[in-house]
């Protein structure tokens, strides 16, 4: 996925209007170096203020839209999970050595990861220009197994 940056700062509006995230102040940051994420969002609940971050280099994802809808949830999403992390930590400490945090904490970002990504697909299905699934990690998988990218 090539960033055109006309095309995020269009979705990015697009979809800061449908899922009301309009009282935000949300920037982009397009990332042009190896990292390990395609895409990410940065908060400050206390000033309303955001960044989306885009990876430009190796991303994942080839839906340049369904991502912007994924990293815009977790801003949509992020009061309540800041409340559930901080439950698990008050429950069982932050040491990430304990069985215990490690399972709760682990079991609750899997499954925020894939509720947000639930809704990803179906924002898309419903409203992006691309309505096109990415495969990214998995077909990387694949193509790898299959012998068609070099390790």
Not at 51 to 65: A, D, G, I, S, W
Not at 97 to 104: G, I, Q, S, T, Y
């Amino acid at each position: 996925m090539f960033v055109k940056e006309d095309e995020l700062k269009k979705y990015l509006n697009k979809w800061q209007d449908i899922l009301r995230l309009r009282d935000w102040d949300i920037k982009y940051e397009i990332v042009d170096k190896e990292w390990r994420k395609t895409g990410d969002i940065k908060i400050d609940m206390d000033d309303k203020k955001a960044v989306l971050m885009v990876n430009n280099f190796n991303p994942k994802q080839t839906n340049l839209e369904a991502l912007i809808i994924h990293e815009l949830l977790h801003l949509k999403l992020w009061g309540m999970d800041q409340m559930i992390e901080q439950l698990i930590f008050s429950v069982f400490g932050n040491n990430e050595e304990d069985a215990k945090f490690n399972f709760a904490y682990t079991q609750f970002m899997t499954l925020l990861e894939s509720t947000v990504e639930d809704l990803s697909k179906s924002f898309v299905t419903l409203g992006a220009d691309d309505k096109e699934t990415s495969f990214g990690r998995i077909q990387k998988a694949v193509d790898e197994e299959l012998g068609k990218v070099k390790l």
